[in-house]
């Protein structure tokens, strides 16, 4: 769920401003869950921007302490969301942690990095939910080191049923700053797209797990 449609209009804006979705339907971008697609949001870009790095955290920030009150520590999901978890810490003044996909090798072989106690209230910060895997993965282990997970947010969702139906099943409540829906229309009010592209977007998007595999 988007935190409110303003914010989610101003997040296509800025993604799009700076160049931060791909797409390419020829030659498709494999995600993190192994789906082929034609289009790629690439918020770690944001990173490179003060101006629209700051906007992203200042919305999370107010916005998090509306939804969720203010938690104990921000948890952001590696690598994509450490930066900008860390400026969202930073600005509401918290302690910062980062969960990496699976525990390190080596080391103190952590997956959870960071100083946390047991029965922290956590609010996790993701960049992009496409499946919801990643995000429940590092909710999973920082619930593991015993954290008390209030709950989710993240600038972009693609606002796909299998990462609905994920994290209720999971009971974790996710507001994100953007959305995919909002993206769309903010692409094709600005042009940014073709409209053969739009039509490979509204294709894909009915069934974005098949699309692109080979049918033998
Ligand atoms: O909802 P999902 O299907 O899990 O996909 C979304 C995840 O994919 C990306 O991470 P990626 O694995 O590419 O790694 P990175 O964050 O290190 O770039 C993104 O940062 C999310 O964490
Ligand atoms: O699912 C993914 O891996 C993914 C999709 C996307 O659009 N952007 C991204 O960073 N990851």
């Given at each position: 769920m988007i935190f409110n449609t303003d914010t989610a209009k101003k997040t296509a804006e800025l993604l799009l401003q700076i160049n931060a979705i791909k797409l390419n339907p020829k030659n498709p971008f494999t995600w993190a869950s192994g789906w082929k697609s034609p289009i790629y949001c690439d918020n770690r870009i944001t990173l490179s921007f003060p101006p629209i790095r700051n906007y992203l955290r200042?919305?999370?920030?107010?916005?998090?302490?509306?939804?969720?009150?203010?938690?104990?520590?921000?948890?952001?999901?590696?690598?994509?969301?450490?930066?900008?978890?860390?400026?969202?810490?930073?600005?509401?003044?918290l302690p910062f942690v980062y969960v990496r996909p699976e525990p390190k090798k080596h080391g103190r072989e952590n997956q959870v990095e960071g100083f946390l106690q047991k029965g922290q209230n956590v609010l996790v910060v993701e960049d992009l939910i496409s499946t919801g895997k990643s995000s429940l993965q590092a909710i999973e282990a920082l619930k593991a080191a015993g954290a008390n997970v209030k709950g989710m947010v993240a600038i972009f969702t693609y606002g796909f049923d299998i990462a609905e139906k994920n994290f209720k099943d999971a009971n974790i409540e996710v507001y994100t700053l953007g959305n995919y829906d909002m993206l769309l229309k903010e692409a094709v009010a600005r042009?940014?797209?073709?409209?053969?592209?739009?039509?490979?977007?509204?294709?894909?998007?009915?069934?974005?797990?098949?699309?692109?595999?080979?049918?033998?």
């Amino acid at each position: 769920m988007i935190f409110n449609t303003d914010t989610a209009k101003k997040t296509a804006e800025l993604l799009l401003q700076i160049n931060a979705i791909k797409l390419n339907p020829k030659n498709p971008f494999t995600w993190a869950s192994g789906w082929k697609s034609p289009i790629y949001c690439d918020n770690r870009i944001t990173l490179s921007f003060p101006p629209i790095r700051n906007y992203l955290r200042e919305e999370f920030a107010k916005n998090i302490e509306k939804q969720f009150g203010k938690p104990d520590v921000i948890a952001g999901v590696a690598t994509g969301a450490i930066g900008i978890g860390m400026l969202v810490a930073e600005i509401m003044g918290l302690p910062f942690v980062y969960v990496r996909p699976e525990p390190k090798k080596h080391g103190r072989e952590n997956q959870v990095e960071g100083f946390l106690q047991k029965g922290q209230n956590v609010l996790v910060v993701e960049d992009l939910i496409s499946t919801g895997k990643s995000s429940l993965q590092a909710i999973e282990a920082l619930k593991a080191a015993g954290a008390n997970v209030k709950g989710m947010v993240a600038i972009f969702t693609y606002g796909f049923d299998i990462a609905e139906k994920n994290f209720k099943d999971a009971n974790i409540e996710v507001y994100t700053l953007g959305n995919y829906d909002m993206l769309l229309k903010e692409a094709v009010a600005r042009q940014y797209i073709t409209e053969d592209e739009y039509d490979t977007l509204k294709e894909w998007r009915k069934s974005p797990s098949t699309w692109g595999v080979e049918v033998e």
